[in-house]
């Protein structure tokens, strides 16, 4: 039995389901730039560990307002004069929230504008693709200050633009923005005007695939880059033998063969 959502038990997400199983979760703190505080973080676990049994095919993760989301909410964690033990909890949760974005076999197609900064950044580089538009702009200022990253970023952001510049970033406050994000990994997708249009058209196309397709590649492929090369290449068979004979795709694999499904071509010039 699918598990459902209460859009209204949301306070600091904004969420809203389209008949086609695209789900748009929208942080929704504008006048703090949507800084992740703790309440935020927690409606994200909960969000993203439902969506894969409540039949949600695909989700848009947006900010509300000219930005993303700026990271860790400075001024909570000022108030809060954290224990190290309280903050290494809070922290967990961070990585909570983002592995079941990663893991979770939903896509999450995130759509950015304005500062993907610091926590805003590592919640970015969680979801499976990125679009940005010309106003974004990514940048891990912990360095300066004084703070280190708790969320993920000495994963998933050395992964996506390596060590070096990771160090790089962190040291020195580096801004990224325009096509050099793109060129570093940053984002997949960069265009003119908004970033939610393109993230919607790529949800929609993903949401068009098997849920178990989805599933597989929005979560497998995580668990293997993080196996050695033999483990990852059992793995790979294993989630094939399983993934490639399902039921649902004969229906697909057969217009293939008749020649009425739809065939892979070059981009138009």
Known sequence: ???????????????????????????????????????TI????????????AGVRAV????????????LDLIEHHDADRSPADFMHVCLRWHEAFNKMEYGGVPVIAALQGAVVGGGLELASSAHVRVMDQSAYFALPEGQRGLFTGGGATIRVTDLVGKARMIDMMLTG??????EAVDLGL????????????????????????????????????????????????????????VNTQPDAR????????????RVRPNAE
């Open 251 to 262: 229906a697909r694999l057969a217009a293939f063969a008749d020649k009425s499904g739809a």
């Open 174 to 179: 580096r801004v990224y923005q325009g096509q």
């Open 42 to 53: 927690e409606e994200l676990v909960t969000f993203f560990s439902t969506a894969p049994r």
């Open 187 to 242: 984002a997949q997708y960069i265009v003119e005007g908004s970033s939610m249009d393109k993230a919607m058209e790529l949800a929609r196309q993903a949401a068009q695939n098997l849920p178990l397709s989805n599933f597989a590649i929005c979560s497998a492929v995580s668990h293997m880059q993080n196996m050695s090369a033999m483990d990852a290449a059992y793995a790979e068979a294993v989630v094939a033998g399983l």
């Open 1 to 39: 039995m699918a598990v459902q959502i209460d859009p209204t038990s949301y306070r600091n997400l904004d969420i809203k389901a389209h008949d086609d199983g695209v789900w748009v979760v929208t942080l929704n703190r504008p006048t703090k730039r949507n800084a992740l505080d703790i309440d």
């Open 60 to 71: 848009v993760l947006a900010g509300a307002g000219d930005h993303f989301c700026a990271g």
